[in-house]
């Protein structure tokens, strides 16, 4: 029975390197890689060999005779990738002529030119696109990293962004201690750089820096009242639970029966999930232990996802509303939120398949709480209360029509946002540091042994493995520009 691709797909495209038929798509140069929610495995083709499940670092990939009634879904959502084997959706034909015969692989060459004998590398920030494009850099014997962490773990997001829940997806963190043990890369934990050393420190000290330092801060919520105690942002809670060291004063009020989150991305999900799991099944994970005791003691009842736009615009990944659907979680959409949805309009299958499946859970008993509830076409205008928040007041989208959620607790969960770093050029719009293809410009032009990847230099958005690519094209730059020579007149200076 064919293998197949669950919700912990992480995308960082091992799995298809490993398959030795070509039955993983899309990949990495695929057009539609850079907006897959996962990566599918064509049940037509694939020969069962098993070679994907080793490759992959999250545990994501399973025989289909192995899946389980939580993942059974999965099954379906792997096939209709591929409607053209027969064994998929039929109504969402896609051209297959964009398909390259064989996926790519791209094996590690010796470096050439003017090279120096060891290629020092500084890397700024350890979460994974760090570690990934430590990873590639390593590959090459002449390359010596030193990573600078300025917190007392490494791994980033990686560590304090996934839910503790999503264990398959934590367990990537076992290939970034693969890679951290290599021994030619130095991790120097507590170390900012900014504060403990300079960015000019580490350009004296190193051929090229690779600026690696995440968006990590919240994108503004602006509405009046969103200053009031009571409302904080998603992601706060998110380090909360995950015990990042700037969070642990950001323990939210759980004595509320309702919490309204506005923004319905993956973020927005974890933490609604969070929120209405029974605390016991969360006392195995890593979660926080004083987190875990507030959850204990928590009066929450009703989580209340709420987004401006439409179920067709939903934020949230397909993989991860199957995970809601078909998990422990309870969910429920209120039926007449797809009143207005026209299905028969929807082209893109993954758009039709989250509306299909949000039919469905529409169609369910209202579960009696702990409970998450999707919301959509609310904008939110006011947070409302005097001396700490009491609801949120929206206006149905493209109406005047008032709408008010009674909450004291207000998560925004609209997006993380970069900030600038000094000395390195920024595009204040996008909010990462101006680049191309991860030389970081100045006007256009790139200055010399500097680059940037990750989420400070293509924006808060993908999967932990969708750094991998990402990392990988800035990786490609720094060593063609060190085989052309452009470090070779920094080595006197560096020794
Ligand atoms: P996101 O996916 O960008 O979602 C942001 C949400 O906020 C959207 O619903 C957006 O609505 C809404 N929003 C933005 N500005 C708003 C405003 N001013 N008022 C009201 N709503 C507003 O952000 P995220 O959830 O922080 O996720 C960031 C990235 O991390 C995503 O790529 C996500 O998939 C990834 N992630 C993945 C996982 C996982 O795989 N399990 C977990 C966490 C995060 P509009 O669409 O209308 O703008």
């Known amino acids: 029975m064919p293998h197949v691709i669950t919700q912990a797909c992480c995308g960082d495209a091992s799995c298809v390197y490993a398959c030795p038929v070509n039955c993983i798509h899309p990949t990495p140069d695929e057009p539609d890689f850079g907006i897959a929610e996962m990566l599918y495995i064509d049940p037509a083709t694939c020969v069962d060999c098993g070679a994907c499940v080793s490759a992959c670092p999250v545990g994501a990939i399973v025989p289909g005779h192995r899946l389980g009634d939580s993942a059974a879904r999965f099954a379906d959502v792997n096939a209709n990738h591929y409607p053209d084997s027969g064994l998929g959706d039929a109504r969402f034909p896609v051209p297959t002529d964009w398909r390259l015969p064989l996926a790519?692989?791209?094996?590690?060459?010796?470096?050439?030119?003017?090279?120096?004998?060891?290629l020092k590398v500084a890397i700024v920030g350890s979460g994974p696109s760090a570690m990934y494009a430590?990873?590639?850099l390593l590959k090459y014997s002449q390359v010596r990293i030193t990573m600078f962490e300025r917190l007392p773990q490494p791994f980033g997001l990686a560590r304090f962004g996934v839910a503790p829940d999503h264990l398959s997806t934590r367990s990537v963190s076992n290939l970034f201690d693969d890679i951290a043990r290599h021994p030619n890369i130095e991790i120097r934990l507590n170390t900012e750089?900014?504060?403990?050393?300079?960015?000019?420190d580490l350009r004296r000290t190193h051929h090229a820096v690779l600026w690696a330092g995440g968006a990590p801060i919240d994108r503004p919520f602006e509405i009046p009242g969103a200053r009031l105690p009571g409302v904080q942002s998603a992601t706060s809670v998110v380090g909360w639970y995950n015990g990042h060291p700037d969070f642990a004063d950001d323990a939210p009020n759980l004595a509320t029966d309702q919490v309204v989150v506005i923004g319905n991305g993956?973020?927005?999900?974890?933490?609604?999930?969070?929120?209405?799991?029974?605390?016991?099944?969360?006392?195995?994970?890593t979660i926080d232990r004083s987190a875990l005791a507030?959850?204990?003691s928590s009066d929450v009842r009703e989580v209340i996802v709420v987004a401006r736009r439409g179920p067709e615009h939903a934020a949230f990944t397909l993989p991860e509303l199957i995970g809601l659907a078909d998990g422990k979680a309870r969910v429920w959409v209120d039926p007449a939120e797809l009143d207005d949805v026209d299905s028969s309009g929807i082209t893109d299958p993954t758009i039709a398949a989250k509306v299909e499946l949000l039919r469905e859970i529409s169609q369910r008993l209202?579960?009696?709480?702990p409970f998450i509830r999707l919301s959509f076409g609310l904008t939110p205008v006011a947070v409302l209360g005097d001396d700490a928040a009491t609801g949120v007041e929206f206006v149905k989208t493209g109406t005047d029509q008032r709408v008010?959620?009674?909450?004291?607790?207000?998560l925004s969960a609209i997006g993380y946002r970069g900030r600038p770093i000094p000395g390195l050029p920024f595009d204040s719009e996008h909010g990462t540091v101006s680049h191309t293809e991860g030389r970081i410009v100045d006007d256009g032009e790139p200055i010399p042994g500097l680059y940037v990847t990750g989420w400070i230099k293509r924006g808060p958005s993908g999967f932990i493995g969708t750094n991998k690519t990402d990392s990988g094209e800035t990786v490609a730059h720094l060593l063609a520009d060190a085989q052309a020579g452009i470090f070779a007149n920094r080595v006197a200076e560096l020794t």
């Open 134 to 136: 430590a990873d590639q």
């Open 104 to 118: 790519p692989i791209t094996k590690p060459r010796a470096l050439t030119g003017a090279v120096p004998a060891e």
């Open 266 to 285: 993956n973020v927005a999900l974890d933490v609604a999930r969070i929120f209405t799991a029974d605390p016991e099944s969360l006392a195995s994970t």
């Open 193 to 200: 750089i900014g504060r403990d050393l300079t960015l000019d």
């Open 366 to 369: 209202k579960p009696p709480g």
């Open 294 to 296: 507030a959850l204990r």
């Open 404 to 410: 008010t959620l009674n909450a004291n607790l207000v």
